[in-house]
Structures are given as C-alpha cells and as structure tokens.
C-alpha cells in the first residue's frame, strides 16, 4: 500500500479506543453531520448458550425491550420513537447479540439512559416470556420444521460434525417452550454485564464527549469475568470430506438442483477477504464462465450461481456452486460444469481481466460502503473489532489481491465437496 493510501485510510478510518474499569470496551469516532449511530454487540449468541439451553440467548434478545422495573415495553417504544424516529434494530448469530441504533447527536445522553434502565433494570414478566416464547418457536417452526429444512439441518451436521454451527441460531422449538422467566432473567444476569460488552459510537460528537456520556451510563453495568463459550464452541470443525446426497421433494418451488458444498474461513481468518472476493469473480453475472456454460453455449440451466450461509461465522463459513430447474437426468453434465470452474480455479486458469474488473468494483464499493454512510462507518469499526484486522489491512489484501491469491485459495479449501442432489419425484 502506498503512503497515500495509507494517510487516506489512516484519516478516515482511525478510531479512539477505550476499556472502561468494569470491562467495556469503547471505539468512537467524530465524523460530520448530526447523528450518531450506536452498535452495542455482546458477547453472547448461541455458542455462549448454557448447554441444557439451547436458544436461550435468542430468546433473551426478544426480551430486552419488553420493559422495566420503571416502564411497560409500550412506554419504551413510545420514548424510543420519540427520540430517535424509528425502533432499534436487534439479532442474534452464534456469537453475538447485535443491537442498533441512529438517532440525533443532542439525544445521546437521553438514549444512553433509556439503554442503561434496559440493561440494569430489566423485568421480564411470566406473560411476556410466554409471549415471546411463541414468537420464537413459530419463527423455528418456520424455518426449520419442514421436511426440506430438516434435510439442510441434516447437512450441516455432515459439514460442522457435532460443533455449534451446526444447529440453528434460535434454538429448537421443543426444547424453548420449557424455558421460565427465571431461566432468562439468571442468563441476562450473566450476559448484560461490562466484560461482555463491545459499544461502537459514530457520528457528530467529539470522542471525548461520547465517553464521558458512557462513563456515566453503560459504563456503570456490572463488571466480572466475561462470559466463555460452551464446550461444544469448542469441538474441532472436521473437514468436509465430500460423498453425495439425495433428497426428493414434491415441492411447488423445487424442481431439481444440485449443490456443491465447500467450507470456507470465517470472518476471523485472514483469508475471509479473498473467500469474498472468490463469491464476487464467481457470481454467476453475464462475464462469468458459469454464464457462458449456462446460458450461452446451451440453454441448460436456469438458475445458477453462488450461495453462501448467513449470519456469518467466526470461526469457519461454508458457500456452494449450485444450479436448479435443469432438465431429468442432467446432474451429472451440471456437476461436471461446476467441477471445471473449481478446477480451473486450482491449476490458475483464472480470468485476469475479470480479477481486475471484480477488484475495480470492490474497491468502489468499499469506498461507498465504508465512507459515504453513517452506519457503515460505525460497521467498519465492528468489523475491525470481531475480525482482528484493521481497514488498512483490509484494504490492502484488497488492494493487491490477484490470480495466485485466489489459486491458493482455491488449493486450501476448495477440495472434497459435499455433493447435495434434490430431485422431485417423477
């Protein structure tokens, strides 16, 4: 990376840092305008679910604005809208509760008070519970009750053995509707504390502000050891070791479809750029070779491309190559036209003047993304706060990626695929 670049990133995208007595930790920038947008993620989700509870974080983040020892979840909404305009944004994934939210600079203490009264003073009624107890299982029933889901659910156990991953985010619905209200309210106890806690703050205010804000609001949340990971977090992830699967479905939007699977680095590894930037040149777009095989040279498939599961992983990922609606007994000619695209990619037959197309885009992207939106500039923190790689270092893998990053990508991973084979019965 040239000097230019360099101080350009360095002047956009340095933060200040801070570690507040009771384990918080604090990155904040001031950038112009007159909002902030706020990220609170814990250090919770469903690798940190007690072992006999599973999904007991996702129903926890249900949870958190149904009210207070000093005001009903009505009250919250109310005074919620009233200062920032809209109602903060909640997930949960495998490691984190995510929780968002932009609103006029002037309201930063007001909204770091509601916040705190959220996470300290916190009262989660048996009515509530059983409320969103049913929320929870119908959105589990949703997606992962039928005969297809628990076909896929079948599948990741092939590609993450008996680690975390390979169970659904939101717990199993058998198991949610035994939970109590003491059950979440011990887990909030052991969740909403400081050593769990990472707060990004961008926007309008100076950083010396914001944390002086903090010191008096979220800083004041209890402190301890931060919770770990449970002991299935921490299984070995196998390799997948290819073979091939058939499912049959009788299905309005399935006709026939076939999937190669690989594993991929989660957003941890070093590698995870070049595993984004191996979706990009794949994309099934009119350049790719996919297209040409598909579309042009024969009018064999329909539907093709990349997939990749979400939300994304920390420690390890999966995406496929995959192809739907072809005419019967063609499996095998597809798989064939997927295999050479993963072969060419592992002996270096690799598009240059696509490389550099593909790059062109991301790294306009990248400047659309990371500095033209408020909340993407709070995102560029996380990301660099989760990943352990700074946006210099980013976009400098970015920078002087090329063919042989992508051949070496394709040699580490892209080997041994789960072949997933969906046929509708004749």
């Known amino acids: 990376m040239d000097s230019l670049h360099r101080e350009l990133l360095r002047s956009h995208f340095s933060f200040q840092q801070y570690?507040?007595?009771?384990?918080?930790?604090?990155?904040?920038?001031?950038?112009p305008g007159a909002d902030l947008s706020i990220i609170l993620l814990f250090n919770a989700g469903r690798a940190y679910d007690p072992d006999d509870l599973?999904?007991?974080?996702?129903?926890?983040?249900?949870?958190?604005?149904?009210?207070?020892?000093?005001?009903?979840?009505?009250?919250?909404?109310?005074?919620?809208?009233?200062?920032?305009?809209?109602?903060?944004?909640?997930?949960?994934?495998?490691e984190l509760i995510d929780f968002r939210i932009r609103f006029p600079s002037e309201s930063l203490r007001d909204v770091l008070s509601l916040l705190a009264e959220i996470l300290q003073f916190r009262d989660y009624s048996a009515v509530d519970v059983e409320e969103e107890?049913?929320?929870?299982?119908?959105?589990?029933?949703?997606?992962?009750?039928?005969?297809?889901?628990?076909?896929?659910?079948?599948n990741r156990r092939l590609i993450y053995g008996s680690h975390v991953y390979s169970e659904p985010v939101g717990g199993l619905s058998e198991k949610i509707s035994e939970y109590t209200a003491g059950d979440v309210s011990g887990w909030a106890d052991d969740v909403l504390r400081g050593p769990n806690l990472d707060m990004i703050v961008v926007g309008g205010l100076p950083a010396e502000e914001i944390q002086a804000a903090i010191g008096g609001s979220l800083a004041l949340l209890p402190g301890g050891e931060p919770l770990r990971p449970s002991r299935q977090y921490e299984v070995d992830i196998p390799r997948i070791e290819g073979g091939r699967i058939m499912g049959h479905y009788h299905l309005p939007r399935i006709s026939r479809s076939v999937e190669?699977?690989?594993?991929?680095?989660?957003?941890?590894?070093?590698?995870?750029?070049?595993?984004?930037?191996?979706?990009?040149?794949?994309d099934a777009g009119n350049g790719s070779r996919l297209f040409r095989a598909f579309r042009e040279e024969r009018q064999l498939c329909y539907n093709f491309g990349i997939?990749?599961?979400?939300?994304?992983?920390?420690?390890?990922?999966?995406?496929?190559?995959?192809?739907?609606?072809?005419?019967?007994?063609?499996?095998?000619?597809?798989?064939?036209?997927?295999?050479?695209?993963?072969?060419?990619?592992r002996s270096g037959d690799i598009d240059e003047g696509r490389v550099l197309l593909i790059k062109n885009m991301m790294l306009l992207r990248f400047y659309e993304d990371w500095l033209e939106r408020l909340q993407d500039r709070a995102f560029a923190i996380a990301n660099a706060r989760i990943s352990g790689m700074s946006i210099e270092?980013?976009?400098?893998?970015?920078?002087?990626?090329?063919?042989?990053?992508?051949?070496?990508?394709?040699?580490?991973?892209?080997?041994?695929?789960l072949i997933v084979e969906i046929e509708a019965p004749e």
């Open 307 to 345: 997939s990749c599961e979400s939300p994304r992983k920390w420690l390890a990922e999966h995406f496929s190559l995959y192809a739907a609606d072809y005419p019967p007994g063609m499996a095998d000619e597809v798989l064939g036209i997927l295999q050479n695209e993963i072969d060419a990619l």
């Open 19 to 31: 570690r507040f007595t009771n384990g918080a930790w604090l990155g904040c920038r001031e950038v």
């Open 260 to 282: 190669m699977v690989f594993r991929a680095p989660g957003v941890m590894s070093r590698d995870f750029p070049v595993a984004g930037f191996l979706f990009s040149y794949l």
């Open 54 to 94: 599973p999904g007991l974080t996702h129903l926890l983040e249900h949870l958190l604005l149904k009210g207070t020892g000093k005001r009903p979840s009505s009250e919250l909404a109310r005074l919620f809208e009233t200062m920032t305009g809209r109602a903060p944004f909640l997930s949960t994934s495998y």
């Open 133 to 154: 107890k049913q929320i929870v299982a119908r959105e589990l029933a949703g997606a992962e009750e039928t005969p297809l889901a628990r076909f896929n659910r079948g």
């Open 393 to 417: 270092e980013y976009f400098d893998c970015l920078l002087n990626l090329g063919c042989d990053d992508l051949k070496r990508f394709a040699g580490s991973y892209l080997d041994n695929p």
